[in-house]
């Protein structure tokens, strides 16, 4: 399994595909979030991911390739200062995969001197995100029919 870490410009046709291809299954086909999911934001973001070529998942086709198994895009706020962490997902759950991508972002984010880092974590996944240093920074609110909180990292 490998760690990638790219520009938009800098993925490949199929890293592209895969990424959307992900992203659709977890987020429109296992949490029925119907909302525009490609939302220009991905130019501008770099995207780390843990792919896998061996890795497949069982969907209504059958057997479907899925090389990403872990994913989030890093990108600046219009300040210039905040950070965001976004679109994070795991195929592979239960071994520490979503931990694993998430110290690389932090680490990578510290590299830039990104001073703050905020993501809207989903609120099943609050504890998750504590553990990793962020604080919860807002009342819940509703985000494609999910409840969500703004959490705060400063680094």
């Not at 890795?55 to 057997?63: I, L, P, V």
């Not at 219009?78 to 110290?103: N, S, Y």
């Amino acid at each position: 399994m490998d760690f990638v870490c790219k520009r938009f410009e800098q993925l490949s046709a199929e890293e592209l595909y895969e990424i959307l291809k992900v992203r659709f299954h977890v987020f429109v086909m296992e949490q029925h979030c119907f909302y525009l999911d490609m939302d220009n934001t991905d130019y501008v973001a770099t995207h780390i991911f843990f792919w896998d070529s061996t890795h497949s998942e069982t969907t209504e086709q059958g057997d479907n390739r899925m090389p990403v198994v872990a994913y989030a895009r890093l990108y600046k706020d219009r300040d210039g200062t905040t950070w965001h962490i976004g679109r994070m997902l795991t195929l592979v759950r239960g071994v520490g995969m979503g931990k694993q991508l998430m110290l690389r972002a932090i680490d990578l984010l510290r590299q830039t001197g990104a001073g703050v880092v905020v993501i809207d974590a989903q609120q099943y996944a609050i504890r998750f995100y504590e553990k990793l240093g962020f604080a919860v920074t807002s009342d819940p609110f509703d985000e494609a029919g999910i409840t969500h909180v703004k959490m705060t990292l400063n680094l």
